[in-house]
């Protein structure tokens, strides 16, 4: 098993910053690919970005490519997420994700996920 635990959400003003943080115990954190996801209300679940187990490769949504970085601290047992400029359409609960082997885009590929963070940016 692996707990998943994001901080960092809030509310920001469009174009401003926030950095997500997600906190994993359990099994060996560095056996994992790590991603996140974000959904909005009304809305399903959708792929942000993704992260090798090495950290070497990472994959990007195209909306958020140039602004948002993901990135891990395998010592700590922890992956980001740099979101700069963000925008009113950010919006969302966002939730990381671990899965073993390769990162992929989608959710059903993921084993385990976190509780989710929200994230609001006002326009």
């Known amino acids: 098993q692996v707990q998943l635990v994001e901080s960092g959400g809030g509310l920001v003003q469009a174009g401003g910053s926030l950095r997500l943080s997600c906190a994993a115990s359990?099994?060996?954190?560095?056996?994992?690919?790590m991603a996140w996801f974000r959904q909005a209300p009304g809305k399903e679940r959708e792929f942000v970005a993704a992260?090798?187990?090495?950290?070497?490769?990472?994959l990007y949504t195209d909306s958020v490519k140039g602004r948002f970085t993901i990135s891990r601290e395998n010592a700590k047992n922890t992956v980001y997420l740099q979101m700069n400029s963000l925008k009113p359409e950010d919006t969302a609960v966002y939730y990381c994700?671990?899965?073993?082997?390769?990162?992929?885009?989608?959710?059903?590929?993921?084993?385990?996920w976190g509780q989710g963070t929200q994230v609001t940016v006002s326009s």
């Open positions: 992260i090798t187990s090495s950290g070497l490769t990472t």
């Open positions: 359990g099994r060996t954190f560095s056996n994992y690919a």
């Open positions: 994700a671990a899965k073993t082997s390769s990162p992929r885009t989608k959710s059903k590929e993921y084993t385990y």
